[in-house]
C-alpha cells in the first residue's frame, strides 16, 4: 500500500509492537489520563521528576498505531530531558503535526518518523495524544511548575 | 446462493450516482449506511426539483407557490406516516432522531418526572437515548437505570421484568436495532411489558425504520424517534412520531412561529398537532427528500429490503469469521440481528483497520460508534463496524475481507 508508507513507517510499526517504557510508575511525580473523545482511546501516563529532571516515564493505555507509537517515541525523546526541554520538545512536535515547521530529528528522535501523519487530519489528534497528556501533566502537575504560575 | 435476494444490488447501485464505477474502474465499496446512507438520485431530484420550482414558506400563505410548497412538503409527512403505520396528527418532524428523544426528555419528561422516579435505558443505546434522560433526570431527580446486556448481545430480560415489577418506572427508553450490536430487540414484548407497569415507552427506531417493515401502530409504543438520513433521505430532518393523545397533554418542547394558535401580550396558545412542535420554518425541502425516500424504500418493498439484509448479513458473517482471531459482537443468528457488524481484531486497532482498508477503496467506521457504555460492558475501547444496505452485494464483503487480509499483511511487514 504505497499510499500509506508515508503514515505507516517501519519505525512507526516498531514502537507499535514493541513499545519502549510501557507500564505504570509507582509513587510517581505526574500522573495524567487522557482520552480521545473521538475513539475512546484512553492513555495513563505517570512520570517521576528529580531536580526538575524526567528521570523516568511510563504509558498505559489503549490505542491505534499511532497513538501507541506515539507515546512511545514521546517518552523516548523526554526522559532524561529537564521540563522545561520536554514542553520545548512538545511544543515543536505540535507545530509540526499543524503542518506549520519542519521537523527537527535532533530535537524529535525517532518521533519525527510520525511527521507524515500531518497529512492525515482524522489522524493528528492520534498522534498528539500522549504529547498533549504529558503537556497537561508538566504544566498542571509539576509542584515547580505550579508554584510558577 | 439458494434463497436468491428479491433486491438486485447492481440494479439499485444505478441509482444512486456516488456508487458508480469511476472512469478506471474503481468502485466505491461502501459499508458505512449505519452511520448514513447514501442517496438515491430520485430523493435528489424531488429536492432539486422543489428548489426550482415549488420554493417558498410553507403555511399560511395565500398565494399559489405557497400552496404548492406546503403541499409538497405535507406529502412527505404523509408519506413518512404511511411507511411506519403512524398517525398523521402525530409525526412530527425535527432536526434528527436526536431531538426527537429530547423532545421527549423536555416536554414530557422534564414536567412528569419526579424524585426516584426510574428511566430506564439499555446498555446498548446511541447516547441520544442516553444523554438527554440524563439531563432531565439531574433536574428533577429522577433516576437513569441501564438494561444490562448478556454475553451474546441481547439485553437482560430478567432484569427488565424485575425492575419494571420493583421500581417506579416512568419510562422505558430502548433502541430497536443497536448499531453497533445489530441486535434485534423485541420491542412490542417489551412494550406490553412496560405498560403493565404503567410504564411509557419510546423506541429509537433509528436503525430499523431505513431496513425492515415497522409499525407504530403494531409495536403499540408511546413514541418513535428515527431520523431521515440513515433511510436514504437527506440529513436535517428527522422524526418523532407519538399517540396524540399523550401529545396533546405535553406543553410545546420549543416556542416560535408555526406552533402558535394565538400570541398575546399575556400569553399564547397553542397549535394543533403536529405544528405544536414544530417551531420556526420546518425542513421543508428535507420532507421532500425525505418523502421521495419513503417511496422508493416501499417500491423496493421493506420485505425484500429486510431479507437482503439477511442475506448478505448471513453471508459476512461466515466470511469474516473464517479470518484468523476475527471477533464479531452480537447475535450469531441472521434472524435476530440487523446489517450491523461491529468486529475487533487482535492485532490491527479499529482506526487502523478502517485507515488500511480505505486504500481498497472500502468504507467501514471505527471507534466507539456514540456508544461508549456499551463500549465498556464489551470490554473495548473501539470497534470496526461494517453495515450494508440495499446497494450491497456480496462483491462487497469480498472486498472487506480481502481488504482485511491485505491490511494484516502490510502490518506485518
Known amino acids: ?149 | 446462493m439458494t434463497h436468491a435476494a428479491l433486491i438486485n444490488p447492481l440494479r439499485v447501485r444505478q441509482d444512486f450516482s456516488l456508487l458508480a464505477p469511476t472512469e478506471g474502474g474503481a468502485r466505491l465499496v461502501y459499508l458505512d449506511s449505519a452511520a448514513t446512507s447514501q442517496k438515491p438520485n430520485a430523493v435528489l431530484e424531488a429536492m432539486d426539483d422543489y428548489y426550482r420550482c415549488a420554493n417558498a414558506n410553507v403555511h399560511r400563505g395565500v398565494y399559489r407557490l405557497a400552496q404548492e410548497a406546503t403541499e409538497r412538503f405535507e406529502d412527505g409527512r404523509r408519506a413518512v406516516a404511511e411507511l411506519v403505520a403512524a398517525p398523521l396528527a402525530g409525526t412530527i418532524f425535527t432536526k434528527n432522531a436526536t431531538e426527537a428523544i429530547n423532545l421527549v426528555a423536555w416536554a414530557w419528561g422534564l414536567r412528569t418526572l419526579r424524585p426516584n422516579d426510574v428511566v430506564m435505558v439499555t446498555e446498548m443505546e446511541h447516547h441520544s437515548g442516553i444523554v438527554p434522560w440524563q439531563i432531565v433526570a439531574k433536574m428533577t431527580g429522577a433516576e437513569v437505570r441501564f438494561a444490562p446486556i448478556t454475553p451474546d448481545g441481547e439485553l437482560d430480560h430478567e432484569w427488565i421484568d424485575h425492575t419494571l415489577a420493583s421500581a417506579p418506572v416512568r419510562m422505558v427508553s430502548i433502541v430497536h436495532v443497536s448499531n453497533v450490536l445489530g441486535t434485534v430487540n423485541p420491542v412490542a414484548d417489551i412494550v406490553a411489558r412496560a405498560h403493565a407497569h404503567g410504564a411509557l415507552v419510546l423506541v429509537d427506531a433509528s436503525q430499523s425504520v431505513p431496513h425492515m417493515p415497522v409499525s407504530f401502530a403494531g409495536i403499540g409504543c408511546d413514541f418513535m424517534a428515527f431520523t431521515g438520513h440513515k433511510m436514504l433521505g437527506p440529513t436535517g430532518i428527522g422524526v418523532l412520531v407519538g399517540r396524540p393523545e399523550i401529545l396533546d397533554g405535553m406543553e410545546p418542547f420549543l416556542g416560535g412561529g408555526e406552533m402558535i394558535a394565538d400570541v398575546r401580550t399575556d400569553g399564547s396558545d397553542w397549535a394543533d398537532l403536529p405544528n405544536k412542535f414544530e417551531a420556526g420554518t420546518p425542513p421543508i425541502a428535507e420532507s421532500v427528500g425525505l418523502g421521495a425516500a419513503c417511496i422508493y424504500l416501499s417500491s423496493l418493498g421493506l420485505d425484500a429490503v429486510r431479507a437482503h439484509e439477511v442475506h448478505l448479513t448471513t453471508y459476512a458473517l461466515d466470511a469474516l469469521s473464517e479470518i484468523d482471531g476475527l471477533r464479531i459482537f452480537g447475535p450469531r443468528d441472521p434472524a435476530r440481528r440487523g446489517g450491523a457488524l461491529s468486529f475487533h481484531l487482535p492485532d490491527l486497532h479499529p482506526h487502523d483497520i478502517a485507515q488500511l482498508v480505505d486504500e481498497d477503496n472500502v468504507c467501514v467506521r471505527a471507534g466507539h460508534h456514540c456508544a461508549k457504555p456499551l463500549m465498556r460492558a464489551l470490554g473495548v475501547n473501539a470497534t470496526a463496524r461494517a453495515s450494508t444496505y440495499i446497494y450491497n452485494d456480496t462483491d462487497d464483503i469480498d472486498a472487506l475481507v480481502t481488504a482485511l487480509h491485505r491490511a494484516r499483511a502490510y502490518f506485518a511487514r
Open chain 1, 1 to 149: 500500500m504505497p499510499g500509506l508508507d508515508d503514515l505507516y513507517q517501519q519505525l512507526i510499526l516498531d514502537h507499535y509492537r514493541r513499545p519502549r517504557h510501557r507500564g505504570t510508575l509507582s509513587e510517581p511525580t505526574i500522573e495524567v489520563d487522557q482520552q480521545n473523545p473521538l475513539c475512546g482511546d484512553e492513555l495513563h501516563i505517570t512520570v517521576r521528576i528529580v531536580d526538575d529532571q524526567i528521570t523516568e516515564i511510563a504509558h498505559a493505555g489503549e490505542g491505534c498505531s499511532i497513538s501507541q507509537s506515539s507515546a512511545s517515541m514521546m517518552s523516548d525523546a523526554v526522559v532524561g530531558h529537564s521540563v522545561a526541554d520536554a514542553l520545548a520538545m512538545i511544543e515543536h512536535f505540535r507545530r509540526v503535526m499543524h503542518g506549520e515547521i519542519v521537523a527537527d530529528e535532533t530535537i524529535l528522535g525517532d518521533a519525527i518518523a510520525l511527521e507524515g501523519v500531518a497529512k492525515y487530519p482524522v489522524r493528528i489528534k492520534c498522534a498528539l495524544l500522549s504529547w498533549m497528556a504529558l503537556k497537561d501533566g508538566l504544566i498542571n502537575g509539576t509542584p515547580t511548575a505550579q508554584e510558577d504560575q
